[in-house]
């Protein structure tokens, strides 16, 4: 910790995606907020999947797109900006008001439905992202490759109630993309250890979906087959279900 800033060590290879991609980091808006694969290895910890893209939230896009079209190779849509190597960075812009606020709205008017609740969760992880730094080391030496101070990262309780409402989006359309998110909530699960006071925090419709969903695919042994089925394509490090079962039965309790 330096200055009162938690410090979070990624290693990798010089000039390999990790490094790339907490060198675009370093690069950004520090009002961006850092979701996604990136995040998730913020929070869980090394090993974990590859990733290849940054995501990011924000408010205000409008005011940020043009410093980031000045950072950017291409822009693909006015969402999507392309760099050097191939990393791609998705900003999904957040609503004005809290999550509160937003699922309250929804709730009036007879929702909220998934896509809705991605809105409330999206917009919660934002506004409880904490700040850390994020420093890409050389696997083989351990020293430093480059720093991304003061990054703004969704928390692992964040990331938690992004991906237990993105998943059911995927089903149909992107069957690996709904198994790597399944893969990254059992890790986020398990590592993160959250409690039920630490769930409480969600707004309400947002918990109850949050907690019915991981008792589904975590600990109920229909769902739980499925979920292992989805995931097991990943092994680096093998994903402990008897571990997330658990860890999910500590978060439900009172």
């Known amino acids: 910790?330096?200055?009162?800033?938690?410090?979070?060590?990624?290693?990798?290879?010089?000039?390999?995606t990790t490094h790339r991609e907490v060198e675009i980091l370093a690069s950004l808006p520090t009002e961006l907020c850092l979701i996604g694969g990136l995040a998730v290895l913020c929070r869980v910890g090394v090993p974990h999947r590859t990733t290849v893209d940054l995501d990011v939230v924000t408010r205000g896009l409008a005011e940020r797109d043009l410093a980031l079209r000045r950072l950017a190779t291409t822009v693909t849509d006015p969402s999507r900006y392309s760099f050097d190597d191939g990393v791609d960075l998705d900003v999904i812009e957040v609503a004005p008001q809290s999550a509160e606020q937003v699922e309250a709205t929804f709730v009036a008017t007879g929702g909220p439905t998934d896509l809705e609740l991605s809105v409330v969760a999206h917009t919660w992880a934002h506004d409880h992202a904490t700040v850390l730094d994020?420093?890409?080391v050389d696997e083989a030496t351990a020293e430093p490759l480059v720093v991304a101070p003061g990054r703004r990262v969704a928390t692992t309780l964040g990331l938690v109630a992004m991906k237990v409402v993105v998943v059911p989006l995927r089903a149909g359309l992107r069957s690996e993309k709904r198994a790597s998110d399944l893969y990254d909530l059992g890790r986020l699960v398990a590592t993160g250890r959250l409690t039920a006071v630490?769930?409480?925090?969600?707004?309400p419709r947002l918990r109850t979906v949050a907690t019915q969903r991981l008792v589904d695919w975590f600990v109920e042994p229909a769902g739980r087959d499925r979920t292992y089925r989805s995931v097991r394509r990943f092994d680096d490090p093998v994903l402990?279900?008897?571990?997330?079962?658990?860890?999910?039965?500590?978060l439900i309790s009172v």
């Open 1 to 16: 910790m330096t200055g009162g800033v938690d410090r979070v060590v990624l290693s990798g290879r010089p000039g390999g």
């Open 134 to 136: 994020v420093v890409a």
């Open 198 to 203: 630490d769930l409480d925090a969600l707004p």
């Open 240 to 250: 402990d279900l008897d571990d997330v079962a658990d860890a999910v039965e500590d």
